[in-house]
């Protein structure tokens, strides 16, 4: 499995656990599909082996688009900004939290060798606003030793937009291409549920009406909801 695919598996699989315990479900985690014809996860409950597809909804896809642009700038940024970690940390160990307010994709190289200089200033838990030119400003904070190659670094505008409201026929369009595959998900077991994702501590999550969505009835066992970090439902399936 490839690094991307590995790393979508896991967010996946925070997802899952994450509304298992926001439901309080008694559920538990036996193993992820194949991603072929199989569901994301298999996991066992009272009444048995239960298939669980995930899909998430975002602020910006509405019906007819492949893919959300705010997610996809996001997850270009959290590749750049890992880039960015691991020039910084082949330059000093010296552990940091960096918060960007501008940040510049195409000047790592210079970003990490004055991100370290300026970290080597600093005394553990001390913050310092960093500028370079007009197009990077960062806020560093120096971290103690014990928390060696910390990379959880931001980009303050992936965490910020206008809350807004969707469709119905946005929250569909996400749903009906996971319906189209149920014949293939039952061959490996015969319940399915489907789980919708709305994560709200990025700004391509940022809705507002998610608790008064519903969505049309057949197929799924189960349509959920789930509002990270910690709202969870089960949608209400009406005839379309």
């Known amino acids: 499995m490839n690094p991307q695919r590995r790393r979508k598996k896991e967010v996946e699989q925070f997802q899952l656990e994450s509304f298992i315990k926001a439901m309080g479900l008694p559920w538990s985690v036996e193993r992820a599909g194949d991603d072929q014809d199989e569901p994301d996860f298999f996991v066992m409950t009272p009444e048995g082996v239960v298939g669980v597809e995930i899909t998430q909804l975002f602020v910006d896809r509405q019906d007819g688009m492949a893919a959300s642009p705010l997610k996809e700038q996001e997850m270009r940024h959290i590749g750049k900004l890992a880039k960015l970690a691991d020039a910084y940390y ?8 960096a918060k960007f307010v501008r940040f510049n994709e195409s000047a790592l190289s210079r970003t ?21 030119d007009d197009d990077i400003v960062v806020h560093l904070l120096r971290l103690p030793a014990e928390v060696p190659g910390y990379k959880r670094w931001q980009i303050a505008s992936d965490r910020m937009a206008w ?44 809705i507002k009406n998610a608790g008064a969505l519903s969505t049309q009835g057949g197929g799924f066992d189960a349509i959920y909801l789930h509002v990270l970090p910690d709202v969870a439902r089960r949608l209400d399936q009406v005839e379309g």
Not at 116 to 132: F, I, W, Y
Not at 184 to 204: E, Q
């Open 90 to 97: 082949g330059i000093t160990d010296v552990p940091v939290h």
């Open 112 to 132: 990490a060798e004055a991100m370290a200089v300026a970290v080597g200033q600093l005394k553990p838990m001390e913050s310092k606003r960093l500028e370079l």
């Open 163 to 206: 809350v807004t409201c969707v469709s119905g026929a946005a929250l569909e369009a996400v749903v009906e291409p996971k319906r189209r595959r149920l014949d293939a998900y039952r061959r490996s077991t015969a319940r399915i549920v489907l789980l919708v994702v709305v994560d709200r501590t990025w700004g391509s999550g940022m």
